[in-house]
């Protein structure tokens, strides 16, 4: 089938039997108490659509308040082992050390894309020491403020 080789979506969906439904809007009735509005514009009309669903539709799921109050089977999933000890968590919050930090760049994987940074495995692995151990200052104050910037 020629659309396996140049469009794979349609090609999954004709061996799947499905079709693609869409709805067109060409115009949009806000009834605002004070200022109803009819919107024509296709500018003005996708602004309010994407508006609607990202403040007006509600989220259904509620997370469980208390291990408790989940279904049986998550339930005992969760619940903490007899067995181990709580002192395990202890050091989890504890910054990397340098020596984790290097060994930890040191066992990335070479040849994979970098994320939004652009910053490859590579680079970081070619750093020197005294580069190494800043960056290692950084990321450290990062994760103690909780604020990680988005590009990483």
């Not at 020629?2 to 349609?10: I, K, M, P, Q, V």
């Amino acid at each position: 089938n020629n659309n396996f080789e140049t469009d794979l979506s349609s090609f999954i969906d004709s061996a799947l039997s499905r079709t693609r439904r869409h709805i067109t809007l060409d115009r949009v009735f806000i009834d605002h108490p004070t200022q109803p509005q009819l919107l024509t514009d296709p500018k003005t009309i996708d602004d309010a659509v994407v508006n609607h669903f990202q403040n007006f539709v509600p989220i259904k799921s509620t997370p469980p308040v208390s291990i408790e109050t989940l279904p049986d089977r998550w339930s005992s999933a969760y619940r903490p082992m007899d067995d181990v000890s709580s002192s395990i968590y202890d050091s989890l919050m504890n910054p990397p050390t340098l020596d984790e930090w290097l060994s930890t760049v040191s066992s990335t994987p070479n040849g994979k894309a970098s994320g939004p940074s652009m910053i490859t495995y590579e680079m970081l692995k070619h750093l020197g020491t005294r580069t190494s151990a800043l960056l290692l200052i950084l990321i450290q104050a990062c994760l103690s403020k909780a604020d990680i910037p988005d590009l990483w």
